[in-house]
């Protein structure tokens, strides 16, 4: 059996980012907790994150001798950072529902109803 | 001479452009001074009246020549492509005698009114319209074009529509006006169409420039149907004229007419403006002429009928005003037939010596209602030959003349119409005309003798007109006098105005004493008739009466034509309308209100899929992501086609 | 493009006419809102301005010459072929002064106005601004822009000045804007695709001349399709049937001014759009519909005078014989020669100052009788003579009294069509009786009759009010008397912008059989 047969390749970061990203899914359809498809939505920013780096990792041709470049790397930090934000916005977005309406459960939120 | 009266001639159109100027001074500047508005309006028809005379003399003076070369002088109106219409004046002698006699009546009713208008509150306003009518009436008889005829024609109708409802309080003379100017629009209506296919056809409006192509090439007419071009186009110019001149079906207006005042009565419902029906027959004789028989056959049924018809319902009329009337559709019948049995000058003839006295008769009925305070029905009158005897001796000049008593004017005309219609063939009309002329001098002496002579009615004071109302009476008895001398000796008349197939010489006629006699004896019957049953009493009226209580019944109401059109007024033509008000509203409408409604409904139930749950949205664009991933992966070169611009061929 | 690197006097002659209203308006927002005798004062002078210089530019045009004059062409999106392109000939002249005749005269009419007197003249300023910018428009993209500008003022001057009757205001101003929102997304589809037709050469254009010009490129298919998207946004602005609906309700709702804008102009760019674009660039699809249209002109003519007299509101009779009137135009268009075209434009500039006439009268005694309801009226020409004058003028000129423009031109359009449809035109002429009929029992029951007490309080028009009536009797007259002022003006138009040659082809297409 060849070792190299063995080794992890690409498809194997895909599978554990498609992976986490239906998870993360799932999550944001149907949990019920706002705190927890907020989690959800990091799972999703985070199955996003694996596939940058690794895509970065292996299109990169070794042979072709060029630098080694980091773009993927440069846009998992970036999505780092958004998220970062973007969980304070939402935080503080549930911290005032839950303020007025004494809830964190998403069916009781429909005033974008009709 | 023929040179100088050329000069004279160029002239003409002064005639209408002095009360048109008159009608526009009193509506802009004087309305408000009532002395200086009637000064201006008649010192204008006055000067017409004078240019008309010389003009006249001018034709008399050019004989022969002004009979064949018309004085006509055009200017361009409207030039466009695929239309090219002139406004112009034509002097001849048929335009020489309309400008005659329209100004001379014009300008007696003008002066007439001066008294029987007396403290009118609307007295600028009548001499306001009275200018416009006189200037459209004058305008209409010097047109060289069929539009321009036209034109003044229809404004004609529209002075008649304000005169007759001059005293617009009056309910009856607001409906009268108004029925007025619908029952033209009938007429209008087919004169309009002959007018569009005659210039479809020929290319050309002018009078002059028709009568020349049919002249020439009348085998290259079309045919429509078993009927040819020209004969389907002389119908429906006909039209024109039974609405005008109140010929049969469409006479129902010229009675209500007489709601106007009573010199508006005289002046365009019984002289003028109703006698332009016959002159526009006339003046297009060439087409009618050219048209197979059956267009002028029509003619004479028409008038014949007409005249008996309208004769027949003024024995049973008790208003002195609606006798006249219909006695006024009688006679444009008289010409409207003499036209048709080929008799042109006789009609003419007819149509001069009728506006003599015709508008005699009117203005003497207004000076008798004048005199007894609005008082119309003949039977509350009596005995005004005594107080009266201007009014009363001028009367029975029209009377006479009417009967066709020698020498008064009305006996040369008739004899000669009724003449031509036996010597041309005709002995059914002759016939009818024969007793059209027992009838009218039947009914006018049974006016003439219950309101003037017999006892006198105590509630009444009668007293005699002031002189502006009794001087036009004079004046126009002096014509219905002698103007049927015009026949005498050879008749000079019929030596101007005479219509000549082409190719023929004109030959003078002597009158025919024989036949004349026989029409005078029908005259002299009827006014006999009336003298035993009205003033002898040696037959009751009522007993006559009684005797025949349907036949009675039927004539005084007119034969029910009035109800009739009413009814189809009122109910099918206001029945399809509301019909279609109901379509437009629930069917029409509907559509576009269910349409509205559909989206508002579909609306609503397609607002329930916005739960405002933030899941499902994510969960339906997510699969919406999936599945456009799919299109495009897989289904290569599908969206093209959903393109819709590509279907339109725009992009490819 | 442009030849000359200043633009001439003539050529900033439009732009002014089209500026002096804007530059009102903008004036009139500025003005304190109590201020409404100034901001009236204000909205009269930018329309006087724009109606002066109309009459100049309709005197000082140069008939001989003919064609697009005051010409005045900017690029504006080069990539896309949109300029900034201005110019008038003999069809679009008259329109111009038709629209400025029309709005000075509403400025008049609504010269009692009391209620949001700013927004409401401000409002009207763009109304006025947006119809003269279709008119004066050589591009298409310049066109519809000002098309669509004039929407939208209407709908909100509906729904806050308009009155409601039978139907309420807002239901009006929805129907209204509805109906030519629908009209103008056809409109939109049929011109994007005309566009990119033309487009085919590689050079974008929307110029309507050059769009008439690229004949070879729009397939006879393509025509008909692209006139059949035009057909239906035009002919619902013209109100034909069965797209009229909007018009009675429409006017019926909306305020004196509107109603006089929109029934004496704003109708007209559809007839206007049909010539200009329709038959112009697309002559092969116009044949193809001619018949069609020509039946629906006559179902308008007829229909829409049968309803008028059933009606009993005084809005509601001139709003169905607008309609009735708009057939004649609509004949004649589908007549496709030049006598009817000339015609139709004439019938247009007839009916337009006829309308702003009857509805500014209307207007009036609905200001002070506050009724409509003809039963309820009755008897004014004892109270109001000056008022039953101008109201009794305009009805003679609906119903095509000689002497007024709107006989003439409906004389033309008679000539022009009894050859081409004979039966239909006949069947139109028929209709001449039934306007006759509902005009003159519309004029007898309001205005003569015995006198009212209830009446005997009101004040005839006078001083400013009197203003439209002066106005429009006199152009009416005027040119029904010397119509060779107007009808010299459009027929040059008709033959020297080359209408009349199109026109002959589509006729010789005809005789080839091409259909």
């Not at chain 2, 048109?20 to 001074?33: D, E, G, N, P």
């Amino acid at each position: 059996m060849n070792l190299s047969n063995l080794s992890v390749g690409l498809s194997t970061y895909l599978l554990v980012g498609a992976m986490l990203f239906s998870i993360g899914l799932y999550g944001v359809f149907a949990k019920r907790n706002i705190i927890a498809i907020l989690m959800s939505i990091e799972l999703m920013l985070n199955a996003v994150n694996i596939n940058f780096v690794a895509f970065n990792r292996f299109v990169w041709n070794q042979k072709s001798g060029t630098n080694y470049i980091l773009t993927g790397h440069v846009a998992a930090l970036f999505v780092i950072v958004v998220a970062a934000a973007e969980v304070a916005v939402g935080l503080a977005l549930v911290i005032t529902i839950y303020r007025n309406r004494q809830s964190t459960n998403v069916d009781e939120f429909n005033w974008l109803k009709w | 001479m023929f040179k100088e009266m050329h000069d004279l001639f160029r002239w003409a159109w002064l005639i209408p452009a002095l009360p048109f100027l008159s009608f526009l001074l009193i509506a802009f500047v004087t309305k408000r001074s009532k002395g200086l508005s009637s000064t201006v309006s008649i010192l204008a028809i006055l000067a017409s009246l004078g240019l008309a005379i010389a003009i006249a003399i001018g034709i008399i003076q050019s004989g022969a020549e002004i009979v064949e070369h018309a004085a006509i002088v055009n200017v361009n109106w409207l030039n466009i492509g695929g239309l090219k219409i002139d406004f112009g004046t034509v002097v001849d002698p048929l335009s020489g005698m309309m400008l005659f006699v329209v100004s001379l009546v014009a300008s007696m009713v003008q002066i007439y009114s001066l008294g029987y208008m007396h403290g009118d509150k609307g007295w600028s306003r009548y001499y306001c319209y009275q200018s416009l009518f006189a200037a459209s009436m004058l305008g209409m008889v010097l047109a060289t074009n069929l539009l321009q005829l036209f034109i003044f024609w229809e404004l004609v109708g529209l002075c008649s529509y304000l005169l007759i409802g001059f005293w617009y309080f009056k309910v009856s003379a607001r409906e009268a006006a108004k029925k007025a100017f619908m029952t033209t629009r009938v007429g209008d209506f087919g004169l309009l169409l002959g007018m569009l296919f005659l210039y479809t056809k020929f290319g050309t409006l002018d009078f002059a420039t028709l009568a020349a192509i049919l002249n020439t090439n009348i085998q290259n007419v079309a045919v429509i149907g078993t009927a040819s071009y020209v004969t389907v186009m002389a119908f429906l110019v006909f039209m024109g004229p039974v609405g005008k001149s109140g010929q049969f079906p469409l006479h129902v207006w010229l009675p209500d007419a007489m709601e106007g005042p009573t010199p508006v009565s005289a002046l365009i419902h019984a002289a003028t403006m109703v006698v332009a029906g016959v002159y526009l027959v006339a003046r297009m004789y060439f087409l009618f002429v050219h048209a197979s028989p059956s267009a002028l056959q029509f003619v004479a049924d028409i008038g014949a009928f007409t005249a008996i018809f309208a004769a027949s319902i003024a024995i049973a009329q008790d208003d002195i005003k609606r006798i006249l009337a219909y006695s006024t559709l009688s006679q444009l019948g008289y010409m409207m037939f003499a036209l048709g049995v080929g008799s042109y000058s006789g009609s003419m003839f007819h149509l001069m010596t009728h506006a003599f006295f015709k508008a005699l008769m009117f203005l003497g009925a207004g000076s008798v209602i004048h005199a007894l305070h609005e008082k119309q029905n003949i039977w509350d009158m009596g005995g005004l030959w005594k107080k009266m005897p201007i009014t009363g001796w001028t009367f029975f000049i029209g009377v006479m003349a009417i009967s066709g008593v020698p020498p008064f004017a009305g006996f040369f005309s008739k004899d000669e119409i009724l003449a031509t219609a036996l010597q041309n063939g005709h002995p059914v009309v002759y016939a009818v005309g024969l007793f059209t002329a027992f009838l009218t001098a039947f009914y006018m002496s049974r006016l003439f003798f219950v309101a003037f002579c017999g006892p006198e009615k105590p509630e009444n004071h009668p007293h005699e007109s002031p002189w502006s109302m009794t001087i036009p009476l004079i004046i126009l008895a002096f014509f219905s006098v002698v103007g049927g001398w015009a026949a005498l000796p050879d008749h000079n008349f019929a030596f101007f105005l005479h219509y000549l197939p082409l190719g023929q010489e004109y030959e003078r006629e002597a009158i025919n004493w024989g036949l004349a006699g026989i029409s005078v004896i029908a005259g002299l019957l009827g006014i006999g008739l009336a003298y035993i049953i009205y003033l002898k009493k040696a037959i009751a009226a009522e007993s006559i009466v009684a005797r025949f209580p349907r036949v009675y019944k039927v004539l005084q109401n007119k034969y029910y034509v009035d109800e009739f059109y009413l009814w189809i007024i009122n109910n099918i033509m206001g029945g399809v309308a509301k019909v279609l008000y109901w379509f437009d509203i629930y069917v029409i409408d509907g559509i576009i209100n269910g349409i509205a409604f559909i989206t508002r409904g579909s609306a609503k139930t397609l607002r329930r899929t916005s739960t405002g749950q933030l899941q499902t949205y994510a969960m339906v664009f997510f699969f919406a992501v999936v599945i456009i991933f799919m299109v495009f992966a897989f289904g290569e070169g599908q969206l093209t086609s959903l393109n819709p611009l590509a279907t339109l061929g725009g992009v490819k | 493009m442009i030849s000359s690197a200043l633009p001439t006097t003539n050529s900033l002659l439009l732009p002014f006419i089209l500026l002096a209203p804007l530059v009102a308006m903008l004036m009139i927002i500025f003005l304190p809102k109590d201020e409404s005798k100034t901001i009236k004062i204000v909205a009269a002078i930018g329309t006087l301005i724009s109606l002066v210089l109309s009459l100049y530019a309709f005197f000082a045009y140069d008939r001989v010459l003919g064609g697009m004059q005051f010409t005045l062409t900017i690029p504006w999106i080069p990539d896309l072929g949109v300029n900034l392109a201005f110019g008038v000939d003999g069809i679009s002249l008259p329109m111009l002064l038709l629209t400025n005749i029309i709005g000075f005269s509403s400025i008049y009419a609504s010269w009692n106005m009391e209620k949001r007197v700013k927004e409401f003249f401000a409002l009207l300023l763009i109304l006025i601004t947006g119809v003269m910018g279709t008119f004066i428009a050589r591009d298409l993209f310049i066109f519809f822009l000002f098309y669509e500008i004039v929407v939208i003022p209407i709908y909100i001057m509906v729904i806050i000045w308009g009155s409601t009757k039978r139907v309420s205001k807002e239901y009006a101003g929805m129907k209204l804007t509805i109906y030519l929102l629908i009209g103008s997304a056809f409109l939109l589809v049929g011109m994007i695709a005309l566009y990119l037709a033309a487009a085919k050469n590689g050079q974008p254009t929307f110029m309507f001349d050059q769009l008439a010009q690229r004949q070879d490129l729009y397939s006879p298919a393509f025509q008909k399709v692209a006139f059949g998207l035009m057909l239906f946004g035009f002919g619902s602005l013209i109100s034909m049937f069965p797209f009229h609906s909007w018009s009675p309700d429409g006017y019926a709702g909306a305020p004196t001014a509107v109603s006089m804008i929109h029934a004496g102009v704003l109708k007209k760019i559809g007839g206007y759009g049909l010539i200009r674009l329709g038959i112009f660039v697309l002559p092969l699809g116009a044949r193809y519909w001619a018949p069609i249209i020509a039946f629906l002109a006559i179902c308008n003519v007829l229909y829409a005078a049968f309803i008028a007299l059933a009606q009993k509101d005084l809005k509601y009779v001139v709003g169905y014989s607008s309609v009735s009137h708009m057939g004649y135009v609509l004949i004649a268009l589908a007549a496709l020669n030049p006598t009817a075209m000339t015609g139709a434009i004439a019938m247009m500039f007839a009916h337009g100052v006829m309308s702003a006439l009857i509805f500014s009268m209307i207007g009036f005694i609905y200001e002070k009788t506050h009724t409509r309801n003809i039963p309820d009226l009755g008897g004014l020409a004892h109270q109001m003579p000056r008022l039953a004058i101008g109201l009794m003028l305009a009805g003679m000129a609906s119903l095509g009294l000689p002497s007024t423009i709107n006989f003439i031109s409906e004389f033309t359009i008679f000539m022009g069509t009894i050859h081409v449809y004979p039966v239909l035109a006949m069947l139109g002429i028929f209709g001449i009786i039934f306007t006759a009929v509902y005009i003159l029992r519309m004029i007898a029951n309001v205005l003569f009759g015995p006198r009212r007490p209830e009446w005997d309080h009101l004040v005839d028009i006078r001083g400013p009010e009197l203003v439209p009536l002066v106005i429009c009797v006199f152009v009416i007259f005027i040119t029904g008397i010397f119509p060779n002022i107007l009808l010299g003006m459009i027929n040059s138009g008709v033959y020297s912008s080359g209408l009349a040659k199109v026109l002959e082809t589509v006729s010789q297409v005809k005789m080839g059989g091409l259909f």
